[in-house]
């Protein structure tokens, strides 16, 4: 984690661009800019930056004791220092937008949900239904079926994602709108003509099957090679030489020692979705985390950018360890000493 934000501060330090110009305009005069440059401490060298962001995202903290810092960090105090200085335990800082002045955590957690709700039901799709036809292919090996599964899990593994949903949003938002009573753009959550926020479910089909497309061909191709090697061992030649009826064989020796790729693919996946389809999100105007990070890229808002940065670098984390503890689960002959 902190060698992502020392990487991402060094690539926004290094940019040609002011931050502070764009909060006020190319209008702005000299003087605003430069209030507005100290204000956010930009005028300070990369490493005192650098110190007093990764001080802002401390659990544990040395800061003074004021008004203003108790607004901002929210902490509960374990001693009290000199000179009106207090160490204190405290939630993460992501600061504020230069563009809107909002909390980046508001920002993010207005964001966050519909990116989950997008990644979860598009990875949801992809293991039904990649588990599905991959066992299918495996247990007719070269018919016409598993041919069939192979073109087009191929197919769908080399169309990118955001090709994908513009094709979506022409077929089935735009030529099929009459019968599907799809949307091209739409997010998941919309303000009606009385001002209130509505659920818009059906705005989650498409981007679902875009995003979903690709993950599925290559979890159909991983579950076909897994089964076709596993039922292949001797242990499955053996059940089966018992009289173990033929889906217990499928289901309980096949497919359970096949799944430790599986996991691996899956969790990349997982979170790689979760963590913003930028360009699926920007095409169906789906506002989520993409679209936010998109949005602060081209305004130079550092703080949400490095905000969603790091969630990103911290949800990867977290779900390869999650992914390592799964494997001791699937598999018996993994175990965690």
Same mark, same amino acid.
Request: charged share 15%.
């Given at each position: 984690?902190?060698?992502?934000?020392?990487?991402?501060?060094?690539?926004?330090?290094?940019?040609?661009?002011?931050?502070?110009?764009?909060?006020? $305009?190319?209008?702005?005069?000299?003087?605003?800019?430069?209030?507005?440059?100290?204000?956010? $401490?930009?005028?300070?060298? =990369? !490493?005192?930056?650098? $110190?007093?962001?990764?001080?802002?995202?401390?659990?544990?903290?040395?800061?003074?004791?004021?008004?203003?810092?108790?607004?901002?960090?929210? !902490?509960?105090?374990?001693? =009290?220092?000199?000179?009106?200085?207090?160490?204190?335990?405290?939630?993460?800082?992501?600061?504020?937008? !230069?563009?809107?002045?909002? @909390? *980046?955590?508001?920002?993010?957690?207005?964001?966050?949900?519909?990116?989950?709700?997008?990644?979860?039901?598009?990875?949801?799709?992809? %293991?039904?239904?990649?588990?599905f036809l991959g066992v299918l292919a495996a247990l007719k090996p070269h018919s016409w079926l598993d041919n069939l599964v192979s073109v087009v899990s191929v197919m769908g593994y080399s169309l990118p994602s955001y090709v994908a949903a513009m094709l979506f949003a022409l077929l089935f938002g735009y030529a099929l709108n009459t019968?599907?009573?799809?949307?091209?753009?739409?997010?998941?959550?919309?303000?009606?003509?009385?001002?209130?926020?509505?659920?818009?479910?059906?705005?989650?089909?498409?981007?679902?099957?875009?995003?979903?497309?690709?993950?599925?061909?290559? %979890?159909?191709?991983?579950?076909?090679?897994?089964?076709?090697?596993?039922?292949?061992?001797?242990?499955?030649?053996?059940?089966?030489?018992?009289?173990? @009826?033929?889906?217990?064989?499928?289901?309980?020796?096949?497919?359970?020692?096949?799944? +430790?790729?599986?996991?691996?693919?899956?969790?990349?996946?997982?979170?790689?979705? =979760?963590?913003?389809?930028?360009?699926?999100?920007?095409?169906? +105007?789906?506002? $989520?985390?993409?679209?936010?990070?998109?949005?602060?890229?081209?305004?130079?808002?550092? @703080? *949400?950018?490095?905000?969603?940065?790091?969630?990103?670098?911290?949800?990867?984390?977290?779900?390869?360890?999650?992914?390592?503890?799964?494997?001791?689960?699937?598999?018996?002959?993994?175990?965690? +000493?």
């Open positions: 984690m902190i060698l992502v934000v020392c990487i991402i501060t060094g690539i926004i330090f290094l940019a040609p661009v002011d931050p502070a110009q764009l909060t006020f $305009g190319q209008r702005s005069d000299v003087n605003t800019v430069k209030a507005k440059t100290m204000e956010l $401490g930009l005028d300070q060298p =990369l !490493y005192v930056q650098l $110190g007093r962001y990764l001080a802002d995202l401390s659990p544990v903290s040395v800061i003074p004791l004021t008004v203003e810092n108790e607004r901002k960090y929210k !902490y509960s105090q374990i001693c =009290l220092l000199e000179q009106g200085d207090a160490l204190v335990l405290k939630w993460p800082y992501l600061r504020e937008s !230069y563009q809107t002045g909002r @909390p *980046v955590t508001e920002i993010l957690g207005d964001a966050i949900p519909s990116t989950v709700a997008l990644a979860c039901s598009a990875m949801l799709m992809a %293991i039904f239904l990649g588990v019968w599907t009573g799809l949307e091209i753009q739409g997010s998941l959550r919309v303000i009606d003509d009385f001002g209130e926020w509505r659920w818009r479910l059906q705005n989650l089909i498409l981007p679902t099957l875009a995003l979903g497309l690709r993950p599925v061909a290559l %979890i159909t191709q991983l579950t076909r090679s897994a089964m076709l090697d596993v039922l292949s061992q001797d242990f499955v030649r053996t059940a089966r030489a018992k009289g173990v @009826p033929n889906k217990v064989v499928w289901v309980k020796h096949a497919l359970r020692n096949a799944l +430790n790729p599986l996991v691996s693919a899956i969790s990349g996946w997982f979170a790689a979705l =979760l963590t913003g389809a930028f360009f699926v999100e920007s095409v169906f +105007n789906f506002k $989520g985390l993409g679209d936010v990070t998109v949005q602060a890229l081209l305004n130079f808002d550092i @703080p *949400v950018v490095l905000g969603s940065v790091l969630f990103t670098s911290a949800l990867f984390i977290v779900i390869n360890v999650f992914t390592d503890l799964l494997y001791g689960w699937v598999d018996p002959r993994v175990r965690l +000493n």
